[in-house]
């Protein structure tokens, strides 16, 4: 009987651990595992490029590559773990609900938008966080064209100003040029906690983000809370009051809920702490990976991200290391030393840095170029072709 890989989740991590477990097993000429992966669609969703415009546009089937290399696809939710009896429960689009088993689990759910209880944010905010809630927001700036020209109308409040709200901010001009004309006066204000704009990265980074708002007209409220939200704008702790027609929230991210089922060790995004081969300790046949996973980058104390950049590399290793815990290899520490940023700025361009101090090495068009290449060619799935996919699943090739 073969044993049994359970990956939950088809996002960047989840799909890289299906992929990987295969080309290990392929490698080893053996048929004893059976690798499944269970989410709401034999899909990729490509959530980094949520900020930009026909959201729609951004999945990848993922069909004719898990066929290719003898990937299950079962359609449905997780819903509850059982660690003792090695099972998940699921429901399905009709509202059934089966139970699975597994040899060994690899959660890859992902994260979610951190709502926090503010007045109205849950009735009148809106959010790129996932693909529907996107959509929701791009019909809605559609909408907004057949509105009478008010200060209201032509204002978005960004609440947030991590990567996610810089990047959208920065595209949100020209979004809205596009539908309300070059002469109709906009405005973009990001409504941010920290002292300066781009406070979590270096200061070679956070002097190219301001040069870049200030080029495009995008505004930032510093050292600013949000007090509530309402059908009319927005109320900031101070008691400033912002009319606007579209509040956008972009304040933080947490792992996924299904994290709090099992009995261990989380950080402050909820994410499963794990040790070198990405198991969570305590539960050996379990592994987090991609924003599910707290887990070390290197040996000077760096973590990875809630990135694609580093859910990509975490995938590759979690598929690895639970194939082989079946197939009794010697698994893979994880280790992802090089990291890089690279930052869209909308109608600016672009900023590319390299290493964990952040150095700014492009910017304008030549990082734009590098930004192009990694949201269009690099994070997307690899081709249905068994050598294409098995060469790029290697945990240890070169990524970035």
């Given at each position: 009987m073969k044993k049994h890989i359970l990956i939950v989740g088809s996002g960047f991590?989840?799909?890289?651990?299906?992929?990987?477990?295969?080309?290990?097993?392929?490698?080893?000429?053996?048929?004893?595992?059976?690798?499944?992966?269970?989410s709401p669609a034999p899909e990729l969703r490509v959530r980094p490029r949520f900020y930009e415009e026909n959201v729609s546009g951004f999945v990848a089937p993922l069909t004719e590559l898990f066929t290719e290399l003898n990937i299950v696809h079962l359609e449905g939710s997780a819903e509850c773990i059982d660690t003792k009896g090695k099972t998940v429960s699921w429901r399905d689009k009709h509202g059934r609900t089966t139970v699975t088993g597994y040899d060994r689990l690899i959660l890859a759910t992902g994260?979610?938008?951190?709502?926090?209880?503010?007045?109205?944010?849950?009735?009148?905010?809106?959010?790129?966080?996932?693909?529907?809630?996107?959509?929701?927001?791009?019909?809605?700036?559609?909408?907004?064209?057949?509105?009478?020209?008010?200060p209201a109308r032509n204002t978005v409040v960004v609440c947030g100003g991590g990567f996610t709200g810089i990047e959208l901010a920065t595209e949100l001009p020209a979004r809205l040029r596009a539908r309300f004309g070059e002469d109709t006066k906009t405005k973009v204000i990001?409504?941010?906690?920290?002292?300066?704009?781009?406070?979590?990265?270096?200061e070679a980074l956070r002097d190219v983000i301001t040069e870049a708002s200030a080029a495009l007209g995008v505004e930032w409220r510093l050292n600013a809370g949000v007090d509530a939200i309402d059908a009319e704008g927005v109320t900031l702790k101070s008691g400033e009051r912002i009319a606007s027609a579209t509040v956008i929230w972009t304040a933080g991210v947490q792992a996924h809920p299904l994290t709090q089922q099992l009995d261990a060790e989380r950080d402050g995004q909820s994410r499963l702490r794990v040790n070198e081969t990405l198991q969570i300790p305590g539960l050996p046949d379990v592994y987090a990976t991609g924003d599910t996973a707290h887990a070390r980058t290197d040996d000077e104390g760096n973590t990875a991200l809630m990135t694609c950049q580093h859910a990509i590399q975490l995938g590759k290793f979690a598929g690895?290391?639970?194939?082989?815990?079946?197939?009794?290899?010697?698994?893979?520490?994880?280790?992802?030393?090089?990291?890089?940023?690279?930052?869209?700025?909308?109608?600016?361009?672009?900023?590319?840095?390299?290493?964990?101090?952040?150095?700014?090495?492009?910017?304008?068009?030549?990082?734009?170029?590098?930004?192009?290449?990694?949201?269009?060619?690099?994070?997307?799935?690899?081709?249905?072709?068994?050598?294409?996919?098995?060469?790029?699943?290697?945990?240890?090739?070169?990524?970035?």
């Open positions: 991590s989840g799909m890289w651990s299906a992929i990987s477990a295969a080309r290990l097993a392929a490698l080893q000429n053996s048929d004893e595992l059976g690798i499944t992966v269970l994260s979610q938008a951190k709502r926090p209880p503010i007045a109205g944010l849950a009735e009148f905010a809106f959010d790129i966080d996932q693909l529907e809630s996107a959509q929701v927001l791009e019909r809605h700036l559609d909408a907004l064209s057949a509105q009478p020209s008010t990001v409504v941010e906690r920290g002292a300066v704009a781009g406070g979590r990265y270096s690895h290391n639970a194939a082989a815990s079946l197939l009794n290899i010697e698994p893979y520490p994880y280790r992802q030393v090089n990291y890089v940023t690279c930052l869209d700025l909308g109608g600016w361009g672009a900023v590319y840095s390299e290493g964990w101090d952040q150095q700014v090495k492009s910017v304008r068009q030549e990082a734009k170029k590098i930004k192009i290449a990694i949201t269009n060619e690099l994070i997307y799935p690899p081709a249905a072709d068994r050598k294409v996919a098995f060469a790029a699943a290697d945990p240890l090739a070169k990524f970035v």
